[in-house]
């Protein structure tokens, strides 16, 4: 399909067009912005049209899929929080509890737990842990990324239970000494 036919169909179409748009959005500027996009997407695949097609097909197909785009774009970004909220929370410190669910393992106890790692994990989970890429990690040790990986893991899950089995010593003697 040419240009000309292309303008052409669009603008015998363009009623249609905004109706469908304004249906999904439910709002007349996103729906003005809804064809936009349509329209521009049309344009940039229009080598993408099958002669034996429906146009009116076509770009409804190419609205109905820039619509789930965004819904699902915006759906994705992160929600600000109320700064009304923020400032009540704020002010009303008064009312804000210990956690008592703190983890009772300090700095030093995390690094000599780190330390009594096997030094091939130790050292993998380090290099994770300043921000070194797999492949980076894989190139510096010299060994697969699939290893780098494997290491990483090993080394969390490690610690995970290390820290678990340190918290569960600490919370049974607090609760016998009291």
Not at 4 to 14: F, Y
Not at 18 to 34: H, S
Request: charged content about 30%.
């Amino acid at each position: 399909m040419d240009q000309i036919k292309l303008v052409n169909g669009i603008n015998l179409l363009e009623a249609t067009l905004r109706n469908y748009a304004y249906r999904l959005t439910r709002e007349k500027n996103a729906a003005m912005d809804l064809f936009q996009e349509t329209a521009y997407r049309a344009f940039k695949n229009m080598h993408q049209f099958r002669k034996d097609s429906n146009l009116r097909s076509w770009l409804m197909t190419i609205m109905y899929n820039a619509f789930v785009n965004d819904y699902r774009k915006k759906k994705r970004m992160v929600n600000q929080i109320d700064p009304q909220e923020k400032d009540y929370l704020l002010e009303n410190c008064s009312l804000s509890v210990q956690n008592l669910g703190e983890l009772r393992i300090d700095y030093e106890e995390i690094n000599r737990l780190v330390q009594d790692l096997d030094a091939p994990l130790r050292k993998s989970f380090l290099m994770s842990y300043e921000g070194y890429s797999y492949k980076e990690i894989s190139a510096e040790l010299e060994i697969p990324v699939g290893t780098v990986k494997s290491r990483i893991f090993q080394a969390r899950r490690k610690l995970q239970r290390a820290i678990r089995k340190r918290s569960e010593y600490l919370s049974n003697h607090s609760l016998n000494a009291a």
